[in-house]
């Protein structure tokens, strides 16, 4: 598999990225060149080998979930820049 230049400018439209010639060139190589390296890894030797989800031993380690006092609302609002009664005011993001 290889990655042509028409690949590289779908690939920048979809991000919403704007490469000139040159870069898209560069682009190219260097990807192709990463393709390269993982079909290299096709070669590798994996019979009997157990497939890893994780290197770590270590399976869900997660603390108590504890109930504790919180900050009180007014020393939360302290800092706030703005506030409206008892709660933070924000700018509206949704239109």
Known sequence: MSVTIKDVAYIAELARLSF????KEKMTSELNAILQYVEKLDEVDTDGVEPL??????????????????????????NAPDKLDRFFRVPKVIG
């Open 20 to 23: 000139t010639d040159t870069e």
């Open 53 to 78: 989800s994780s290197i770590h031993d270590e399976v869900n380690v997660l603390r108590d979930d504890v109930r504790q006092e919180s900050v009180p609302n007014e020393t939360a609002l302290l």
